[in-house]
């Protein structure tokens, strides 16, 4: 599929702005399914005034304390353990990795 610039009109301001053949391309790839409605300079002030994306907002970084069931280790995991799952501190992670893809 061959893309090729296109001229489209902000809803906001009214300007014409160019969406390009690799922005298409790119929409294209990421499946979506609308066109851009604002120009650069529009859509970075909407971002400034109500923040970023819904999906984003109330995601918060999980910090769990686990113990590492290899060394014994007191550790932090950045997710919340499930039950039969292993925990591993970062060093005894990091050497079970490297032992894999030897």
């Known amino acids: 599929m061959e893309f090729q610039d296109r001229m489209l009109k902000c809803v906001d301001c009214g300007t014409d702005f160019v969406f390009t053949a690799g922005e298409q ?3 294209h790839d990421k499946q979506f399914r609308n066109e851009p409605k604002r120009c ?3 859509k970075a002030k909407r971002v400034s005034v109500l923040g970023p994306s ?3 907002q109330g995601r918060t970084k999980v910090e769990t304390h686990a113990v590492c069931v290899q060394c014994g280790k007191e550790t932090t995991v950045p997710f919340r353990p ?3 799952r ?3 501190c970062r060093e005894c992670f990091r050497e079970k990795r490297h032992a894999a893809s030897a």
């Open 82 to 84: 499930t039950q039969g």
């Open 40 to 42: 650069k300079s529009c």
């Open 54 to 56: 819904p999906s984003r």
């Open 25 to 27: 391309l790119f929409f």
């Open 86 to 88: 292993p925990i591993l």
